[in-house]
């Protein structure tokens, strides 16, 4: 059958920017049978990149496509633009691939997770972020987080000495206001914030001590290097906070030096994970093959999609390492449902990301995930289960936004 003789032929692909208490690009395809299908392709700080590749260079190749070829739709956009990988490349390959499955499982009837295998297991255990300027306001947070639910807290707090940290919810980010939800900036510049490793790695392990101390040895804790050491100063870090058996410690060092993992393996066992900032299953190779990180930290929004992400993980699951799909503010809820659909069906899931969207996001994405008793589950609609409201998204015009920049505290610029 042509393409033209399929009732799966796409007959309009669009982007929608919108700005609900943060940027997100959506692509929407629609095929002529009148089905349509949703993907994610935001891309922190740098939107309007990947809304450009989308419409002025993959929409006109969608239209006329059968969607129902999701593979060769994949392989055609990676190997047809002959520049591999990058993170604008794969975040649009990302949101046509996203939608194709969207509308794959509209189509049958079922909800995406269906089409991945089933389920295997009742729901995806999620981390939530809790924070503090100082130990008592993180202790607060962590009760609150417990309380909202949560069964696993990532731990962060502000360093003494230093304005603003990373992760840190309450602390102002440099132009007065506090992180909460995001930390890209709605400012004609990147702010700027200072840091110091050495004060970062004497003050960390008393931290933990403390919430040890306050909540027992069952809680799973997570901790985000946000890629700021050395690979011998995470060694040491590793090491410091073997005594408070963390579930991981997160981006030790910057993720493109993939050999830095050995170094660091070779001194501590506190499981390490790595990869939002990838965006193929080729960064991955060292750090698999040598069996370097215990969890694979990719989102689906960055790293080309359900198809691809499906392969990491099956990759990942040869050699013992489980799932922690990234998951913060700036992946949509399109995103976000992707990922727990996958979550849900695949073998080697280990633990989901979840800060849970600005209520504004939630006006203009109808989500049909649920977080009960510390699971999330995608729910049953058939799809990803996200709808777009076109008319909530258009009160909330895109506004340029910049993830702060990083220096040390002689000015050098640093890994933020
Ligand atoms: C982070 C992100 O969720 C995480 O682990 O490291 O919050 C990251 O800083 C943002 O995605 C940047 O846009
Ligand atoms: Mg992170």
Redesign the pocket.
Known sequence: MSPNETPHRIISAETVVTSPGRNFVTLRITTADGVTGLGDATL?GRELAVDSYLRDHLVPLLIGRDASRIEDTWQYLYRGAYWRRGPVTMAAIAAVDTALWDIKAKVAGMPLYQLLGGASRTGALAYGHASGRDIPELLDSIRAHLAAGYRAIRVQTGIPGLDSV?GVAASAAGDGERYDYE??RRTALPVEESWDTRAYLRHLPNVFEAVRHEFGPELPLLH?G?HRMTPIQAAKLGKALEPYDLFWL??ATPGEDQAALRLIRQHTTTPLAIG?VFNTAHDYTTLLGERLIDYVRSAVTHTGGVTAMKKLLDLAALYGAKSGI?G?T?ISPVGMAAALHLDLAIHNFGIQ?YMRHDPRTLEVFRTSYTFDDGLLHPGENPGLGVELDDEAAARFPYEPAY?PVNRLLDGTVHDW
């Open positions: 922190n990373y930390p890209a985000d946000h997160e981006d939002e990234h913060p700036d990301e993830l």
